[in-house]
């Protein structure tokens, strides 16, 4: 009696093993930062070779730049959504900013930036939060003309933005020697009270300019 063959695995296209490999990657970069994103672990973890990634990527290097990428598209996509969920815009610019500031932090995509900006990675495109800007200098323009007064500057609007990176891509970083600076503990609960207070303060920016 001759043996059934094992059914064969379906061979990934391209742009699908990208995605297999960029969503284990971002796995391993909120678990344990850039330095557990390693070709050969990413690889591991999807069942593949070294030589598979490095096909799709070219380098750690190359991984790590799309995975930056991956994570601006995603930040895109949730700030899109949080601004669509609020028509007023008040409300959704919070949401956008407490999901930037969760995929900067628990997702590790500040580290990230971080790591690539020193080692020479230059950022592609340009624009990605101009929603967020057109949101922030809606609201702003409509409480102009509710009081009487002239519209504000988009430029603020645009400033104010910036403000918001900024201080969210410092955050994983600096935070604890911050905290300790000031005489507070560098422990999660006085984290996270002041990533609280952060985002209350940036969205108060955003939203009065």
């Known amino acids: 009696m001759i043996p059934a063959s094992a059914p064969s695995r379906r061979r990934r296209t391209a742009p699908e093993a990208r995605r297999v490999i960029l969503l284990a990657a971002e796995k ?10 390693r070709v ?7 069942g593949i ?8 990527f070219g380098s750690r290097e190359g991984l790590l730049a799309a995975l930056l990428r991956h994570c601006a598209r ?3 996509s949730e700030v899109a959504a949080s601004l669509a969920a609020d028509a007023t815009g008040t409300a959704g610019i919070r949401r956008a900013a407490e999901r930037i500031a969760a995929i900067y932090w628990d997702g590790g995509a500040a580290r990230l930036a971080l790591w690539l900006a020193l080692s020479g990675e230059k950022p592609r ?8 800007v057109d949101a922030v200098q809606s609201v702003r323009v409509y409480r102009a003309r509710t009081l009487g007064l002239a519209a504000p500057r988009r430029e603020s609007a645009q400033h ?18 911050l905290l300790r600076s000031v005489d507070l503990p560098d ?22 300019g």
């Open 28 to 37: 391993r970069l909120a678990d344990g930062g850039p330095e557990a994103v």
């Open 40 to 46: 050969a672990l990413v690889a591991a973890d999807v």
């Open 49 to 56: 070779t070294d030589a598979a990634v490095h096909h799709h």
């Open 74 to 76: 995603k930040l895109r």
């Open 125 to 132: 495109g340009s624009g990605m939060y101009r929603p967020l």
């Open 160 to 177: 104010a933005v910036a403000l918001l990176n900024l201080a969210l891509v410092g955050e994983p970083i600096h935070a604890g020697a």
């Open 187 to 208: 422990e999660p609960a006085a984290r996270a009270r002041f990533r609280r207070f952060l985002v209350d303060a940036l969205v108060r920016v955003l939203e009065e």
